[in-house]
Structure formats: C-alpha cells, structure tokens
C-alpha cells in the first residue's frame, strides 16, 4: 500500500472474519455492521444506516468478487476495518455484475483527510490484483489469511 501503510495497519488481526455465512448484500452489510458496532461501542443502526445510504449511491463491488462497503460517521475517530471472506460469492451489485466473496468494510471519520482516500484507493488496488486475492482466497485460517493481509 501507498504512504507505508498496510492494510493490516488498520484492519487488526481480531477483525478478520473467515467463511462469513450470509445469503445477501443486506444481511453481509447488518451482520458487519453489528460487528464493527460492537467493536466501537457505536450504534449499529446508526453504522448500518451510513453503510446503506452509501450504496444508495452505487454499489461499493468493485468487480473481480471484491466488495469495499464504507462510510463516513462523526463516531468515528479513525479509520477501522473489518475484513470478511464469504462462505460462497453473493449478489453484491457489482459493477461487474459477477458475485462477491471478499468484503471489507471500512468506516472513517466524519471529516476527510488525503489519507482516508489514499487508504480507500490503496485498499481497491491491492484487491484488485487476482493474485493477491486469490492468494486470500485460498488460505485455509485466520493466522494465514491476517499474514498474507499485511504482506
């Protein structure tokens, strides 16, 4: 990644999420959304509120069976990430129209900063490189999966 950062900088080890089982981009989104509330101590109606608005825009899969929903919330004091890979590709809206099975939700402060778009921007190009995502994609545990993440 750019400036030195990795994701692993801001997606930790705990916030790795392996064979997530959902059966929509909605449910994907709520059971992230409560993750990463959670974590925060934030509402997750609130998280999951910001995330839909977001994809009201257009949707956040990039192609290539990865997916970056994100969004901007005043509780938010720092970017944070949560990493999931899917049990099986879903629907995700996909500006590719094929299915998603890599998902990272990334929640920034309310304010911009160059560095949230150069996290965002960084973050897509690492997983739109196929080997490196299929590099993801076959890892067998978290441990190898969070190793090969911050490689």
């Not at 705990?14 to 101590?41: F, M, P, Q, W, Y």
């Amino acid at each position: 990644m750019e400036s030195g950062k990795k994701i692993g900088d801001f997606i930790p080890f705990e916030n790795i999420v392996l064979d997530l089982s959902v059966s929509s981009k909605s449910e994907c989104l709520h059971v992230l959304a409560n993750r990463a509330a959670k974590t925060l101590g934030l509402d997750s109606q609130i998280l999951l509120n910001a995330l839909m608005a977001r994809e009201a825009l257009g949707s956040t899969g990039l192609g290539d069976g990865v997916a970056i929903p994100h969004a901007r919330l005043s509780e938010v004091q720092k970017p944070f990430g949560i990493f999931a890979r899917l049990d099986r590709p879903l629907d995700f809206d996909a500006i590719d129209e094929q299915p998603v099975d890599l998902v990272v939700l990334l929640l920034f402060p309310e304010v911009p900063s160059g560095d949230q778009l150069n996290l965002l921007a960084s973050t897509a190009r690492c997983l739109r490189d196929r080997a490196f995502a299929d590099r993801l994609r076959r890892q067998t545990n978290e441990r190898a999966f969070y190793e090969q993440l911050s490689s």
